[in-house]
């Protein structure tokens, strides 16, 4: 058990602060709806929260879409988000977002293994440290999103069909500001991130009249790599990320729902996550993933309030050593 525990924390602290991973806090992602599918969304995603895995996706925004999320992450560190996007006929969108996670009250301990020598004067002295206030510092990283994205449309000869399939070819930017604050110290960074996909419908593709859509995705994150400046004079280079998504859409029209499956893999972490949702009149939505954290819950509801389309999204995680921990969030379209 605390072995366990022990190592969780190193993984934060690594998640965190650490060299490469020195942006790692975005892999968390902004959406609930994500959360609950594994995080694995890069190729479904069409709100403004799709920047974070593949920014092609906010050329799907018709009018503004604002959203917002907040979470406790096994009551170590919160993360929230704020962003909005504006779209122009759904073929065009421009966003900015702001992302920040935070660690708070951390304690300041002394080194008792190199200020006391002895055995019993160390227990002695932790006895006495115990029961004193410690001083605390703060962990903040925040990183601020400028994105753009838009949708073409091609007609692609695949070689098996008389006709031509006609395929949606969104491409998305992102210019990513990083900063981080620890103790005393402060760094900076910037980053680009390059994402599109291939959307094509299924009766176009394989000649099967009921089928739904599939959907092909590519990103680029910290292309050229992202150095993390610090005012130690240290740096931490962030390597470039590349993500494959693949999504599917099935509607079942007899129940007037949809079926959606996702799948992600990161070059980086060379790991493969995914999730499933199920959708009842586009209102009610459950969803199920799974990624390294294990298992992953959580429902959705879509309803009009005052002319406005309202989204209200929670997520479930859970690990076997630590608190669960709840993710919500929301969007406005208008």
């Known amino acids: 058990m605390k072995v366990k525990f022990f190592t969780v924390m190193f993984l934060l602290v690594a998640f965190l602060f650490g060299g490469k991973y020195a942006d790692a ?24 929260t799709a920047f974070v ?3 092609a996706g906010i050329a799907y925004v018709r009018n503004f879409d604002l959203n917002c999320m907040y979470t406790v992450n096994f009551g170590m560190a919160s993360t929230s ?19 920040r996670l935070s660690v708070e009250d951390i304690p300041i301990r002394p080194d008792i293994f190199r200020l006391v020598s002895g055995e019993k004067e160390r227990r002695d002295t932790v006895r006495v440290i115990s029961r004193l206030p410690l001083n605390t510092f703060d962990d903040f990283e925040d990183a601020f999103f400028i994105s753009v994205g ?7 000869d695949f070689g098996w069909r008389y006709a031509k399939v006609r395929v949606e070819i969104p491409v998305g930017l992102n210019v990513k500001l990083v900063r981080k604050r620890l103790y005393y110290l402060t760094g900076n960074g910037i980053g680009i991130d390059l994402g599109f996909r291939l ?24 292309i050229g790599g992202c150095t993390i400046y610090w005012s130690s004079k240290k740096q931490d280079c962030v390597e470039m990320d590349r993500l494959f998504s693949l999504g599917f859409s099935q509607p079942v029209k007899r129940f ?3 079926i959606v ?20 009149k586009r209102a009610i939505y459950f969803r199920a993933g799974y990624s390294d954290v294990g298992l992953l819950l959580g429902v959705g509801l879509n309803f009009r309030k005052f002319g406005f389309l309202v989204s209200i999204d929670y997520a479930l995680y859970m690990h076997e ?11 406005v379209k208008f």
């Open 25 to 48: 806090f975005l892999d968390l992602g902004v959406s609930a709806r994500s959360l609950a599918m594994g995080n694995s969304t890069g190729a479904i995603d069409t709100t403004g």
């Open 53 to 55: 895995f593949n920014p």
């Open 81 to 99: 988000y704020i962003g909005i996007v504006k779209g122009v006929k759904g073929e065009v969108g421009f966003g900015i977002s702001w992302i």
């Open 150 to 156: 838009r949708k073409f449309v091609r007609y692609v």
């Open 199 to 222: 959307r094509m419908r299924g009766k176009d593709l394989f000649e099967i009249r009921n089928i739904g859509d599939l959907v092909i995705g590519f990103t680029y994150r910290n």
């Open 256 to 258: 007037d729902s949809v």
């Open 261 to 280: 499956i996702s799948l992600q893999k990161s070059q980086v972490y060379n790991e493969m996550t995914g999730g499933i949702e199920f959708g009842i």
């Open 321 to 331: 050593d630590l608190t669960a921990a709840h993710r919500v969030g929301g969007g």
